[in-house]
Nanobody, 129 residues
Framework: VQLQASGGGLVQAGGSVRLSCSAS????????MGWFRQAPGKEREFVAA????????YYRDSVKGRFTISRDNAKNTLYLQMNGLKPEDAAVYYC???????????????????????WGQGTQVTVSS
């Protein structure tokens, strides 16, 4: 099972970009999925997560109101729409999926990168000021 992230690039501050994450070799329609990011010299950090049906979404505070996570289970694809980009959003963005479909979640669970078993290769987002 593989995740493939795409859509990154160079964007001006205030601009928008949409990341995609396609799954192959299996389906993730019943799995929690998320986006993380890692800037140079920093830890990988949670950005957003979405429940299997897409009914519930979770965001780190710094991206609330600017980023939107969504999924199309028919296409086995996860998205991250990023608007109002800031230089501090620049990072490599990773999509991830939790293999455990029977996990009990609290809100903080979604933020925990250790629960995610599958990771995409990452896509670079660069924001110019």
């Amino acid at each position: 099972v593989q995740l493939q992230a795409s859509g990154g690039g160079l964007v001006q501050a205030g601009g928008s970009v949409r990341l995609s994450c396609s799954a192959s070799g299996g389906t993730f329609s019943n799995n929690v999925m998320g986006w993380f990011r890692q800037a140079p010299g920093k830890e990988r950090e949670f950005v957003a997560a979405i429940t299997w049906g897409g009914s519930y979404t979770y965001y780190r505070d710094s991206v609330k109101g600017r980023f939107t996570i969504s999924r199309d289970n028919a296409k086995n694809t996860l998205y991250l729409q990023m608007n109002g980009l800031k230089p501090e959003d620049a990072a490599v963005y990773y999509c991830a999926a939790d293999r455990n479909q029977r996990r009990t979640y609290t809100e903080s669970t979604y933020y925990t990168k250790g629960i995610y078993d599958y990771w995409g290769q990452g896509t670079q987002v660069t924001v110019s000021s």
